[in-house]
């Protein structure tokens, strides 16, 4: 009986590991979420002329009327694009891959901004995305279908088998690592 109750108290400390690096993670993710708000509202304290000069770096505004215009622009793509990131690392679920496209589609826009040469923002990125797209649609249809085939043919629930396609590894690094 004493030994099926210490695997029960290692089973509950293994629960109850407090990782400070999880921790320290964890909070630096639920900072940036809630400062999210505050990130995109930081172009009202760009000037609103064509050069902005500050002690680290001088940019000017080329192809918009001022700066203010252009971080605005910046600023209205980066955070969705860093809450995109923070969601893409962070799901569990078996279809996170899909948040890949509007990661591109963002990514794509933010260097349009940036790039001079284009006379409109937004004109083709949907012709640079249609790369991305074209490998992960069909494999997330190819995932859900083996999920249909797998719950026709078994007695599991459509939530034992989103756990048995989840990928799940330990670190960030990890993550970043499987598609390379």
């Known amino acids: 009986m004493s030994n099926q109750q210490q695997k029960l108290k290692?089973?509950?400390l293994?629960?109850?590991n407090t990782d400070k690096k999880i921790i320290i993670l964890g909070s630096v993710i639920?900072?940036?979420i809630a400062l999210s708000p505050f990130l995109f509202y930081l172009y009202e304290s760009v000037p609103n002329?064509?050069?902005w000069s500050t002690f680290l770096f001088e940019y000017e505004s080329k192809g918009y009327k001022d700066v203010n215009t252009v971080m605005w622009l910046l600023t209205g793509k980066l955070v969705p694009l860093i809450l995109l990131v923070i969601w893409f690392f962070t799901c569990r679920h078996w279809w996170y891959h899909t948040l890949l496209v509007p990661i591109v589609m963002y990514t794509y826009q933010i260097i349009g901004l940036f790039n001079e040469d284009l006379s409109?923002?937004?004109e083709l990125q949907f012709f640079y995305m249609l790369p991305v797209m074209a490998i992960i649609i069909p494999s997330i249809y190819l995932i859900k279908a083996k999920m249909f085939d797998k719950l026709n043919t078994a007695n599991k629930t459509i939530t034992e088998l989103e756990e048995e396609f989840t990928v799940r590894p330990k670190t960030i690094w990890g993550k970043i690592r499987q598609y390379f």
Do not use: H, R, S
Request: hydrophobic letters at 25%.
């Open 120 to 122: 409109y923002i937004d």
């Open 30 to 32: 639920a900072t940036l």
């Open 49 to 51: 002329k064509n050069i």
């Open 14 to 16: 293994e629960y109850q």
């Open 10 to 12: 290692n089973q509950k």
